[in-house]
C-alpha cells in the first residue's frame, strides 16, 4: 500500500527551525516528484515548496524563499524541509505529496495524486 507519513512538526518561537521529513512506504519515492502544502485554519491549502524527482529542481512559493529549503534522500525514501527563521504565520498542518509524474514543480495541489496526514506546525511565543 502506497503511503506517506510526514513528522517533525511541533511547536517552536517565532526565529526558530524545524525539520519535517515526508518517509515512503509501499513505493520508490526516487521515481516521483514531491511537493509541501499547507493548511492553516479557515484558509485553503497552499504550496510551499516541491522538489523533481532526482532532487535536480525545486520551487518555493515566495513566502518561504530564502528560509525554507526542500531536499530529498532517495536511498531513504525521504524528503526533507528544513525551515528557519519561522514566524506566526507558518503556522499550520504541513502535508507532503507525491506524483509519479518525475518533474512536476507547480504548487498546486490539485495536481499531487498522494498525501499523508500531515504534521502539526505551531509558531508562537
Known amino acids: 500500500q502506497l503511503q506517506l507519513v510526514e513528522s517533525g512538526g511541533g511547536l517552536v518561537q517565532p526565529g526558530g527551525s524545524l525539520r519535517l521529513s515526508c518517509a515512503a512506504s509501499g513505493f520508490t519515492l526516487g521515481y516521483y516528484a514531491i511537493g509541501w502544502f499547507r493548511q492553516a485554519p479557515g484558509k485553503e491549502r497552499e504550496g510551499v515548496s516541491c522538489?523533481?524527482?532526482?532532487?535536480?529542481?525545486?520551487n518555493y512559493a515566495d513566502s518561504v524563499k530564502g528560509r525554507f529549503t526542500i531536499s530529498r534522500d532517495n536511498a531513504k525514501n525521504t524528503v526533507y524541509l528544513q525551515m528557519n527563521s519561522l514566524k506566526p504565520e507558518d503556522t499550520g498542518v504541513y502535508y507532503c505529496a507525491g506524483d509519479p509524474r518525475s518533474r512536476l514543480l507547480v504548487l498546486w495541489p490539485n495536481e499531487y495524486r498522494y498525501w499523508g496526514q500531515g504534521t502539526q506546525v505551531t509558531v508562537s511565543s
Open positions: 522538489i523533481s524527482s532526482s532532487g535536480g529542481s525545486t
